[in-house]
């Protein structure tokens, strides 16, 4: 069974960070943060085949944005690259694994935290506005394609206003996450 739900753009300021200066282990690249919480330790030996999917995505979401898009009834003009950031990629993760090992499939969590609680606990200094998650796509084509599918999801993917993204894809049962941002 294939699955989307989407959080549009609703949000809250996550806290600045607290120098804690504990590593989430070997991330590289762009996104590659100077300082990482202990929060995001768990999700530092990701399946590399599960991080190249998150990759892909990304690629997908940058070439949707730059060709616009008609979410629904409304239009959405092409707008710049959404970059790739560590703490948003740590809340996605951490929560397609939970959904996963909890068996559920909700922007809440059983324990009531929201994605913004979620996103604070990384130490994201900037502001989470969005979230997008599926169930059951194979792959990031399928999964691109049930999100630009759907108008709440195709938003928070086309707002020029978020300009930050974190992917996370976790393998058993195919969970999705996108968490969006910006500062």
């Not at 282990?25 to 999700?43: I, K, M, R, S, Y």
């Not at 994201?124 to 979230?131: K, L, M, P, R, V």
Request: proline share 6%.
């Amino acid at each position: 069974m294939l699955t989307v739900l989407a959080l549009a753009t609703l949000g809250g300021c996550a806290d600045d960070p607290d120098g804690n200066d504990l590593g989430a282990g070997d991330l590289e690249g762009d996104d590659a943060p100077t300082e990482f919480n202990a929060h995001c330790d768990p999700q530092a030996d990701w399946d590399p085949e599960w991080a190249q999917f998150e990759a892909d995505v990304l690629g997908i979401v940058n070439a949707r944005r730059a060709e616009g898009a008609t979410c629904g009834g409304e239009s959405f003009a092409p707008t710049g690259p959404m970059t790739a950031e560590a703490q948003l990629r740590c809340a996605a993760r951490l929560h397609s694994q939970d959904m996963f090992d909890r068996s559920y499939f909700d922007h809440t969590n059983p324990d009531g935290e929201s994605p913004w609680d979620r996103v604070d606990k990384t130490d994201y200094d900037g502001f989470a506005s969005g979230e997008n998650i599926a169930q059951g796509y194979g792959d990031p084509t399928a999964v691109m394609d049930g999100w630009m599918n759907s108008p709440g999801h195709c938003s928070n993917i086309m707002n020029p206003d978020n300009t930050e993204i974190g992917v996370g894809f976790h393998g058993g049962n195919n969970h999705w996450t996108q968490v969006m941002g910006r500062r």
